[in-house]
């Protein structure tokens, strides 16, 4: 975040925790939540049990500072730390109650955590954090290290500092922390407990935040439930998959391990046990500080798992109301027909189109055929020098088969049936074989035609020829017979 005055003033005006800091209130508000919702580790509190512990702590300041101090009960002191301009507490009803519900939202939960780091430490420890911080970079390093030879290295080195360390323990030297040492390191376990309380606190608002989102746009959407959904799923997703949502979901994981919460356990009552460590007095929270953070963590699913009840009842309610919907068009119906059936209306009632059925035989659908993909290649072209005679670029032979059809279809108005040969001589061929070819692909494709075997005809034709200007050519075929078809081509008026 950048530290201008833009962001600061608007930070000022708008941000929660900063709001509470300014108050004339803020030592009741901050004094009260923290002992109240922090040191327990209360997530969600009743109204009523909130009520009575303000009673008591209002009972208690006005006997100090007189009856004037804080004049308004209660309960309106809750409503009003709870209203949305000041956002310092989040209140709510549960589903199947209707008795409200209080909880610490994160900027207020920052604003205390800040509050709390202000009192002087004993003392400020460094050690422990470098310590901490040259770690972490020796965990980056390592496990973002891809080559083989290096990682191998790394990990012979510390196989040789563990067997150093057996050695020495085995000879008799141990290495003990000092005093000073163990209090660092469990002030900073401990401020990191805290602070990861508060993380829980902050991811589950923004998963409540999506939640209300997606219960705003149920209750003012107006389109189709797919493009509802897909929206919804899209944010879940990217919260899910974001660091938050990863980081979130690692953490849970390892600590639902029984394994794990029995070493944790065992851990706790080891440290806590050394006298260095119970002079620090912890409290009484920190022996089940782990238990807090699966509580945490529990609330956290539960708002997940809200979010994905309101969708399914979503879904309930518009299938029901579509259901409905669809048997009111049919009772409508119902009734009109009712009504039409002692004095039917004269006339058509209603135009529908013809009826026929489509039908597709299997035999009938064509063979699945590869797409053609084109292999184009980036090659570029270069200007030769061989000269290359253009003219068969105009030698090309072209068969006019609309012609040909139009032929054939004029012998076939005066008659049933007429021979390839009869059609020749009326007609003799201009294109040679080509032609010739294409007569026969009509015979086969357009028209019907048949083949006498016993029968051969001769067909003649002309053929330029540079040196023999005309050049004839012959062909001898069984005989063809084009019949009269539908499928035929015209290109005269019916008669």
């Known amino acids: 975040m950048s530290i201008d005055y833009a962001t600061l003033d608007t930070l000022r005006l708008h941000n929660p925790a900063w709001r509470l800091l300014r108050s004339d209130h803020a030592p009741l508000i901050a004094s009260f939540l923290h002992r109240v919702f922090v040191l327990p580790n209360v997530r969600v509190m009743a109204a009523a049990d909130l009520v009575e512990a303000l009673d008591d702590e209002l009972y208690a300041l006005r006997l100090q500072l007189g009856e004037t101090a804080f004049p308004k009960a209660a309960h309106e002191y809750l409503n009003d730390w709870a209203a949305q301009d000041k956002a310092w507490l989040r209140k709510f009803y549960r589903a199947g109650t209707d008795e409200a519900q209080f909880d610490l939202t994160p900027a207020t939960e920052k604003a205390i955590a800040w509050l709390a780091r202000l009192s002087e430490q004993q003392f400020v420890g460094t050690e422990s954090r470098l310590l901490t911080l040259f770690e972490l970079l020796k965990q980056i390093s390592q496990g973002s290290e891809a080559d083989p030879a290096k990682r191998l290295a790394e990990l012979q080195k510390k196989r040789d500092e563990v ?245 054939i279809n004029r012998a076939l108005q005066n008659q049933a049936q007429v021979s390839l040969g009869a059609l020749l001589s009326a007609q003799p061929l201009e294109q040679g074989l080509a032609e010739l070819v294409c007569y026969l692909q009509l015979g086969s494709d357009v028209f019907s035609m048949a083949i006498d075997e016993n029968t051969t005809e001769t067909v003649y034709w002309s053929s330029p020829n540079a040196e023999s200007p005309a050049l004839s050519r012959s062909a001898r075929l069984p005989r063809v017979i084009f019949m009269q078809s539908t499928n035929s081509l015209t290109d005269t008026p019916q008669r």
């Open 163 to 407: 067997d150093a360390e057996i050695a020495r323990v085995l000879a008799g030297d141990v290495a003990l922390l000092d005093d000073t040492a163990v209090k660092e390191r469990f002030q900073q376990f401990t401020q990191g407990a805290r602070e990861l309380l508060a993380d829980f606190r902050e991811v589950e608002h923004n998963f409540r935040q999506l939640d209300r989102r997606v219960r705003e746009r149920i209750a003012l959407w107006q389109g189709g439930k797919g493009a509802l959904l897909e929206q919804i799923m899209g944010e879940r997703d990217a919260i899910a998959d974001s660091d938050q949502g990863k980081s979130f979901r690692a953490f849970w994981d390892f600590l639902l391990s029984s394994d794990r919460q029995e070493l944790l356990t065992e851990l706790l009552a080891r440290v806590l046990a050394l006298p260095t460590v119970a002079e620090l007095k912890p409290s009484a929270r920190a022996h089940r500080v782990h238990y807090d953070w699966m509580e945490a963590g529990e609330h956290t699913q539960r708002t997940v798992a809200a979010l994905s009840q309101q969708l399914r009842r979503f879904l309930d309610d518009q299938a029901w109301l579509e259901n409905r919907r669809i048997m009111d068009i049919l009772h409508g119906i119902e009734s009109k027909a009712l009504a039409l059936r002692a004095a039917p209306p004269a006339g058509a009632m209603m135009d529908m189109a013809e009826p026929r059925a489509d039908i597709d035989l299997s035999m009938e659908r064509t063979l699945f055929t590869p797409a053609f993909k084109s292999i184009l290649s980036n090659v570029v072209l270069q200007a030769g020098d061989e000269e290359v005679d253009a003219a068969a670029l105009f030698e090309q032979v072209f068969v006019d088969r609309a012609r040909l059809s139009r032929h």
